[in-house]
T-cell receptor, first 115, second 115 residues
């Protein structure tokens, strides 16, 4: 079975500072990895994904994520946080083979950016 | 990408009644998913609804309680039957292309409160 762990319920960062939201995964075969963001009272929005190729993936709103196969991690990063980045962030994994093509979502991490 | 609308956006219902949630997509899509989400928490997949076949339910969810229709490639409904307060949640519709490497697109959600 595939799974995703987001070890932090909440991440606090000051505006202008770099941010990291952590995600580790477990899957049979090669993973497909996703980050989604959910702003208050809204549905989830796709941010970025890793399928294959370059381990550093760039996405919407200045976010990027680095795929690390040896550590089975896919941490979300941004060099300079904005107050408007405050939201709930979900990591998800699906499998290319040997697992489910339907993504499994992590429990979510609440990002709070302080002015 | 796909634009998804859901109706109603919110409702307050009495226990023992049923509510049907509609999901409309602006393009034809193969896969549609129904999720449940407690505010600020992770997503729980209820079922996958592919056009032309019966919905596939996840463990803990049954067709009698959550009947799903998928009459065409742009529309689906989820009914929450014989509701109890435990059914109070946000219900999300999402769509995706075939293949685990494709991201999902989510509707804005239906916030259901059962009294």
């Amino acid at each position: 079975a595939q799974s995703v762990a987001q070890p932090e319920d909440q991440v606090n960062v000051a505006e202008g500072n770099p941010l990291t939201v952590k995600c580790t995964y477990s899957v049979s075969g090669n993973p497909y990895l996703f980050w989604y963001v959910q702003y208050p009272n809204r549905g989830l929005q796709f941010l970025l994904k890793y399928i294959t190729g370059d381990n550093l993936v760039k996405g919407s709103y200045g976010f990027e994520a680095e795929f690390n196969k040896s550590q089975t991690s896919f941490h979300l990063k941004k060099p300079s946080a904005l107050v408007s980045d405050s939201a709930l962030y979900f990591c998800a994994v699906s499998a290319s083979s040997g697992g489910s093509y339907i993504p499994t979502f992590g429990r979510g991490t609440s990002l709070i950016v302080h002015p | 990408s796909a634009v998804i609308s859901q109706k109603p956006s919110r409702d307050i219902c009495q226990r023992g009644t049923s509510l049907t949630i509609q999901c409309q997509v602006d393009s034809q899509v193969t896969m549609m998913f129904w999720y449940r989400q407690q505010p600020g928490q992770s997503l729980t997949l209820i079922a996958t609804a592919n056009q032309g076949s019966e919905a596939t339910y996840e463990s803990g969810f049954v067709i009698d309680k959550f009947p799903i229709s998928r009459p065409n490639l742009t529309f689906s409904t989820l009914t929450v039957s014989n509701m109890s307060p435990e059914d109070s949640s946000i219900y999300l519709c999402s769509v995706g292309l075939a293949g685990g490497y494709n991201e999902q697109f989510f509707g804005p959600g239906t916030r259901l409160t059962v009294l």
